[in-house]
């Protein structure tokens, strides 16, 4: 009786995690698929996170939908802070492992504050929207002394993260953390392929976002700071603008479907 109560609250972390990888799955696979319509000239519009869940909350039970996605969104943050604490991945206390689980405290604090939004747009109150919260934080910074090489810095930063997220894609590591055995050879395949398609395009975004953020120092104008959406409008922009929206749209969505897989088959042991 004694062990199954100490393990009972891991139990409970471990499947608000996945239900909360799930929900940022969802919210991904939602932008991508506005992204989607709005290639193809039927309805949608490239939208960020936020939008995503301003669209969620107006369909049919959206209330409740959008309930089940704040509740998600706010395990997935207690599993980045469990990472950040208990260290099951072993990342260590070297220079390295401090920085990689700073980065899992930082992204938990970007999605509560999504699980935020979120409850927020529930009980009809007011929600900045992330393009004016960006650009004020960026006009605060450009303000301080030697504001635009912080402000370049964390651009360059975010084109890192793009180039990690490529990394990823490229290397497919990120299979050794699944347990796909009870698939079929070409089940696994089709994961392993829609997964890095996502995180191929998940780069992209970023590499579009950091850029952004560079010009911004450059300039000295926080207006010129971009989001997810402002990325898609980038796109939407360029010569063949309606195929490269919608090859990152569908990219998009395939990372909501890698969200997805972490949620089913990704090992997850808060204890460790």
Same mark, same amino acid.
């Given at each position: 009786?004694?062990?199954?109560?100490?393990?009972?609250?891991?139990?409970?972390?471990?499947?608000?995690?996945?239900?909360?990888?799930?929900?940022?799955?969802?919210?991904? +696979?939602?932008?991508?698929?506005?992204?989607?319509?709005?290639?193809?000239?039927?309805?949608?519009?490239?939208?960020?996170?936020?939008?995503?869940?301003?669209?969620?909350?107006?369909?049919?039970?959206?209330?409740?939908?959008?309930?089940?996605?704040?509740?998600?969104?706010?395990?997935?943050?207690?599993?980045?802070?469990?990472?950040?604490?208990?260290?099951?991945?072993?990342?260590?206390?070297?220079?390295?492992?401090?920085?990689?689980?700073?980065?899992?405290?930082?992204?938990?604090?970007?999605?509560?504050?999504?699980?935020?939004?979120?409850?927020?747009?529930?009980?009809?109150?007011?929600?900045?929207?992330?393009?004016?919260?960006?650009?004020?934080?960026?006009?605060?910074?450009?303000?301080?002394?030697?504001?635009?090489?912080?402000?370049?810095?964390?651009?360059?930063?975010?084109?890192?993260?793009?180039?990690?997220?490529?990394?990823?894609?490229?290397?497919?590591?990120? =299979?050794?953390?699944?347990?796909?055995?009870?698939?079929? =050879?070409?089940? =696994?395949?089709?994961?392993?392929?829609?997964?890095?398609?996502?995180?191929?395009?998940?780069?992209?975004?970023?590499?579009?976002?950091?850029? +952004?953020?560079?010009?911004?120092?450059?300039?000295?104008?926080?207006?010129?700071?971009?989001?997810?959406?402002?990325?898609?409008?980038?796109?939407?922009?360029?010569?063949?603008?309606?195929?490269?929206?919608?090859?990152?749209?569908?990219?998009?969505?395939?990372?909501?479907?890698?969200?997805?897989?972490?949620?089913?088959?990704?090992?997850?042991?808060?204890?460790?």
């Amino acid at each position: 009786m004694t062990q199954n109560i100490s393990h009972h609250p891991a139990a409970w972390i471990e499947r608000l995690a996945r239900f909360g990888y799930a929900s940022k799955g969802a919210v991904y +696979f939602l932008v991508g698929l506005l992204a989607l319509q709005a290639a193809f000239g039927r309805g949608g519009r490239t939208t960020d996170t936020q939008g995503a869940l301003e669209t969620l909350v107006q369909q049919p039970f959206g209330q409740i939908l959008l309930g089940l996605v704040a509740i998600g969104l706010m395990g997935y943050v207690i599993w980045r802070f469990v990472e950040a604490i208990n260290d099951p991945e072993n990342k260590g206390n070297d220079i390295k492992g401090i920085a990689t689980r700073l980065s899992y405290v930082a992204n938990g604090l970007a999605y509560a504050g999504l699980a935020w939004s979120a409850v927020q747009i529930i009980t009809g109150g007011s929600s900045s929207g992330n393009a004016d919260s960006k650009q004020d934080w960026t006009a605060r910074l450009l303000n301080q002394p030697f504001g635009q090489w912080l402000v370049g810095t964390i651009g360059v930063g975010v084109i890192a993260f793009g180039c990690y997220y490529f990394y990823k894609a490229f290397t497919a590591k990120f =299979r050794r953390k699944l347990y796909l055995s009870e698939l079929s =050879r070409t089940e =696994r395949e089709w994961i392993i392929a829609i997964c890095r398609f996502g995180l191929a395009a998940r780069s992209i975004v970023f590499f579009l976002i950091g850029w +952004f953020v560079i010009e911004a120092a450059y300039m000295a104008q926080a207006s010129q700071v971009g989001g997810l959406d402002e990325a898609l409008e980038t796109l939407a922009e360029q010569p063949y603008g309606p195929w490269l929206l919608m090859i990152v749209a569908l990219g998009l969505m395939a990372y909501g479907v890698y969200m997805v897989v972490q949620a089913r088959y990704r090992h997850l042991d808060p204890n460790m």
